[in-house]
């Protein structure tokens, strides 16, 4: 049996080689092939080690747990935490073609993101709010002087779920409209990584929309930071994947994208009853 095996992030620096058709027997399951990578890696190998248990699968672009048969042709994909973003006290080269869908804008560019122009797109009469959530470069991280950054996508699958997510904060929170768009490759100090803007007749709700939104796509849409400094650079560790996306969940938990309960800040992001224009 053959698969395609693809590698993001940390895991391409430690399996880089072993990407591509990969020959597995048949029956294998998603945990036989995580134990084919690791007798690749070096043993006690400190990133390996330190990852292994929080890498989430994908087959064909859909979360999968370690259980899940594999069939010839597959493509697989090992996914390692991605960018996250979060302080630390809390836990390829061409431009990817816009994705409009009914009522959003959904987008992953190599081009430098115009916040305004976003919002400006967004606004109409009806509206009493527009929240516009602005991830910008800095120049610094934990004590490091930051020289710039790098984003790595899974492009195929970080633009289908960024649209469920889109879809579902229309769908449970009431607003009217919201754009989506985050930025790869090479970004330098001062340029916005991604940009988020809610439209809604009440404040409230797009402002829980957007901060859902934000604190969703950075547990588990498939994009990951390198960050460059004077002296190295490191591939950022971010939030886990929430349990039930991991390929070692337990049997029991059930395998939703995204569900509520693994949702952060998940009580404060309940779509609001409306309240009177202010």
């Known amino acids: 049996m053959r698969v395609t095996l693809l590698v993001f992030g940390v ?17 294998s399951t998603v945990r036989d092939l ?33 259980t899940h048969r594999l069939a010839d042709g597959d493509e697989v994909a090992l996914l390692p935490p991605v960018s996250g973003g979060a302080p630390s006290k809390t836990r390829p080269p061409n431009t990817i073609p816009v994705i409009v869908v009914t009522r959003q804008r959904v987008r992953l560019t190599e081009d430098p993101i115009d916040a305004d122009s976003i919002a400006a797109s967004l ?42 997510l889109a879809d579902r904060a229309l769908a449970e929170f009431p607003i009217r409209d919201l754009a989506i768009v985050h930025r790869l490759g090479r970004l330098e100090i ?3 990584s991604i940009v988020i803007a809610v439209a809604s007749a009440h404040r409230a709700a797009a402002f829980d929309a957007c901060r859902w939104l934000i604190e969703t796509i950075k547990k588990t849409v498939p994009i990951w930071k390198k960050e460059f400094f004077e002296d190295g650079a490191v591939w950022a ?7 039930e996306l991991t390929a070692h969940a337990p049997k029991s938990t059930p395998k939703k994208f995204a569900g509520k309960k693994s949702t952060p800040h998940a009580k404060s992001a309940r779509p609001r009853k409306r309240e009177r224009a202010r």
């Open 11 to 27: 895991l391409r620096d430690l399996l880089g080689k072993t990407a591509g058709p990969l020959e597995l027997p048949s029956g």
């Open 34 to 66: 995580l134990d084919h990578c690791r007798r690749l890696v070096p043993e006690k190998s400190a990133p390996w080690s330190s990852i292994e248990s929080s890498i989430a699968v994908a087959v064909n672009r859909e979360y999968v747990p370690a």
């Open 123 to 164: 606004k109409r009469e009806e509206d009493g709010a527009l929240v516009l959530f602005d991830g910008i470069v800095r120049n610094n991280s934990r004590g490091r002087r930051t020289l710039y950054l790098f984003y790595e996508s899974y492009p195929d699958m970080a633009l289908s779920y960024l649209r469920l």
């Open 190 to 192: 001062g340029e916005s």
């Open 237 to 243: 560790q971010g939030d886990p994947f929430p349990q």
